[in-house]
């Protein structure tokens, strides 16, 4: 089964700081790609995924996330940050007909 | 649209009592599963479902049963509640096992054993 790494889990960084967060995986097959957010309290919410096709996914909130297959990376990028990007963000992998989550970054926003 | 629904929000037992986390959905997804989330240790799948009368061990299924009598309903059932079991539990749906598509996952059952 394949697995998923997620690095740095907790990150605290100032407002219109850079963030990006790395996401490798193991599975060697066809896969698709996904990096869900959790604000405080809430449940999880699709930020963007991958299938198939130009390997530099836009999603939500002005996230962004590049695809090297060459790497087994999905690594979540955002120019500038708001406060109100303070959540968890967890990285997850669709290969083999499973679905396997990484244990998520924290990240925290300074205003 | 509901999407997921998940009840109860919180719930505080004792160890060795029983109880079930309810989890609906209205968008006649085949695929349903329940996660556990615990702090520095992701999501853990405990058990999915592809269908009505289908079901499937996860990753982390001991302690847990679950029953899929229709395409709505995903009950979890704890039958003798540990402190290890203290978790906040997550519902989620998908269109299909093989589906490519998004999970879309309820609000969560926040459960702690004493």
């Known amino acids: 089964a394949q697995s998923v790494s997620q690095h740095n889990h907790h990150v605290i960084l100032s407002e219109a700081a850079s963030l990006e967060l790395g996401c490798n995986y193991s599975y060697g097959g066809t896969v698709n790609l996904f990096w869900y957010v959790q604000y405080p309290g809430q449940h999880l919410q699709l930020l963007l995924k991958y299938f198939s096709g130009d390997p530099l996914v836009k999603g939500i909130k002005g996230f962004e996330a590049e695809f090297i297959k060459s790497k087994f990376s999905f690594n979540l990028r955002k120019p500038s940050v708001q406060w109100s990007d303070t959540a968890e963000y967890f990285c997850a992998v669709k290969g083999n007909n499973r679905l396997a989550f990484g244990k998520g970054n924290q990240v925290v926003v300074i205003p | 649209n509901a999407g997921v629904t998940q009840t109860p929000k919180f719930q505080v037992l004792k160890t060795g009592q029983s109880m079930t986390l309810q989890c609906a959905q209205d968008m006649n997804h085949e695929y349903m599963s329940w996660y556990r989330q615990d702090p520095g240790m992701g999501l853990r799948l405990i058990h999915y479902?592809?269908?009505?009368?289908?079901?499937d061990q996860g990753e982390v299924p001991n302690g847990y049963n679950v029953s899929r009598s229709t395409t709505e309903d995903f009950p979890l059932r704890l039958l003798s509640a540990a402190p290890s079991q203290t978790s906040v539990y997550f519902c989620?749906?998908?269109?299909?096992?093989?589906?490519?598509?998004?999970?879309?996952f309820g609000e969560g059952s926040r459960l702690t054993v004493l």
């Open positions: 479902s592809v269908g009505a009368g289908i079901t």
């Open positions: 989620a749906s998908r269109v299909g096992q093989l589906s490519a598509g998004e999970l879309f």
